[in-house]
């Protein structure tokens, strides 16, 4: 697989990385099955993939002890991105949002220990809380670095001023947002502003939280305990009005002699070198269909009628998701 550079760092990533969060919640059933999760993170690696994105309140802490069982025999091999910035109660509820740096110090020597590395690769501030200064969470991180704890420092959902403002204290390898062909706001400011700074971006749910596979074609096609039953984009006449995204993404798979998911990967990846989408998934025959899209190139003709699709109808969380994310 091709590989990417995030960031003035110089952070190898694989073109494609993986997206953990799904195997310990959110999708159903949870969290999957522990020895298959295994197998099929060992599995991605063999097919090329070297970045893998977890984070303290997947679980939560699940899925950090997942990633580290699952990674430990190839650990030399692969980049092990984790994020800090919830709070949680003694039960291990999320409670809240929390940047402070000892709380930071925290999480991190939560995630080595749960990961069992003596590294982290690359450390996101998951959501930014506004009752903290980001140069203070950006100060923080460089000590982690400074100390070896951490390698590279990242954002996620952040705005253009706090980006600036974290770079200005400490270089920013990657910021982490929603990015796809119904997902595409971050094209008017935050990519400029990346590709200005020289910070690299990784596009997560690359594949619209699953909608632009094809595969979801009715809201009983979505388990009752899956959280895109209450997603604006999944919900009654938006959902119908969607599915228009899809059927024209097929019809360029259709074209190319490819998936509808490849073509949707395939469009991101076309979108610069600077990008390392993390789709995720529970199955080996996605992780072959995922990262065979590294291989397919896309006319001018089929880019261009893919750039100019209609947009998604409907925010792409809830209200209360949204909330946590900063404009």
Not at 153 to 172: K, M, N, Q, Y
Request: hydrophobic share 40%.
């Amino acid at each position: 697989m091709d590989k990417r550079i995030l960031g003035s760092g110089g952070l190898e990533v694989s073109a494609l990385g993986f997206g953990c969060m799904g195997m310990s919640q959110s999708f159903g059933p949870n969290p999957g099955d522990r020895r298959q999760m295994i197998d099929l993170l060992r599995t991605a690696v063999d097919r090329g993939v070297t970045l893998f994105d977890t984070a303290e309140v997947y679980g939560p802490y699940r899925n950090e002890e997942l990633v580290g069982e699952a990674l430990a025999p190839v650990r030399d091999q692969v980049v092990i991105a984790t994020k800090f910035g919830f709070a949680f109660d003694e039960q291990g509820r999320q409670t809240g949002l929390s940047s402070h740096p000892d709380h930071i110090r925290q999480a991190v020597d939560g995630s080595l220990r749960r990961l069992a590395v003596d590294t982290i690769d690359l450390l996101y501030q998951h959501r930014v809380d506004p009752q903290v200064p980001i140069e203070d969470v950006a100060g923080t991180v460089k000590e982690l670095v400074e100390a070896g704890k951490v390698r590279h420092f990242g954002l996620s959902e952040a705005g253009v001023r706090t980006i600036r403002r974290a770079h200005a204290v400490h270089p920013i390898a990657a910021l982490q947002t929603e990015y796809s062909l119904w997902t595409r706001d971050v094209e008017d400011e935050l990519l400029p502003l990346l590709r200005e700074l020289g910070v690299g971006f990784v596009p997560y749910s690359p594949l619209g939280h699953g909608f632009l596979t094809g595969e979801i074609r009715s809201a009983d096609d979505i388990s009752d305990e899956d959280w895109r039953k209450t997603n604006p984009r999944f919900v009654g006449e938006n959902f119908q009005r969607n599915l228009r995204i899809v059927d024209e993404v097929q019809a360029v798979a259709d074209e190319a002699g490819a998936t509808t998911a490849q073509i949707a990967l395939a469009w991101l990846l076309a979108q610069g070198d600077d990008l390392a989408p993390i789709p995720g998934t529970r199955r080996v025959s996605r992780v072959e269909e995922n990262t065979a899209a590294d291989g397919i190139e896309l006319t001018a003709d089929q880019l261009r009628r893919l750039d100019n699709l209609t947009p998604a109808v409907g925010e792409r969380h809830d209200e209360a998701n949204l909330a946590s994310i900063e404009a």
